[in-house]
């Protein structure tokens, strides 16, 4: 079986690049790496994790795919040369999700 190559995607918020290659989330600034292969985890009161096995990048939104209506959405914005970042998580499964933490 052959599988097929995820394009990267990237997105530029003037000294900042975001990408997603391969599956992999990585941030830099300018020539240095911050994060490469970066997580976004959803633990559970179980102690059980969760990991987003689909990432996409639409613009300067990095978009995370827990399936099951479940999803969270980091926006990207540059302000006074800082990166800021909000994040929004949503449950649209008729179930509730027993958050323990969210790490980012």
């Keep these: 079986m052959t599988r097929m ?3 990267a995607q990237e997105s530029t918020l ?4 975001i990408s997603v290659h391969a ?4 941030l830099h600034h300018g020539p240095t790496a911050l ?3 970066a997580e976004t985890e959803l633990e559970l009161s179980d102690g059980s994790v969760l990991r987003a ?7 300067t939104t990095l978009i995370l795919d ?3 209506g479940r999803s969270v959405r980091h926006e990207f914005a540059a302000d ?3 990166l800021r970042v909000t994040t929004l998580l949503t ?3 008729a179930h509730p999700l027993p958050l323990r933490e969210v790490r980012i």
């Design 5 to 7: 190559a995820h394009p």
């Design 14 to 17: 003037g000294p900042w690049r």
């Design 23 to 26: 599956g992999a989330f990585q």
């Design 35 to 37: 994060w490469t292969e």
């Design 53 to 59: 096995p689909k990432k996409t990048l639409q613009g």
């Design 66 to 68: 827990f399936g099951n």
């Design 80 to 82: 006074r040369g800082w």
């Design 91 to 93: 449950n649209g499964s």
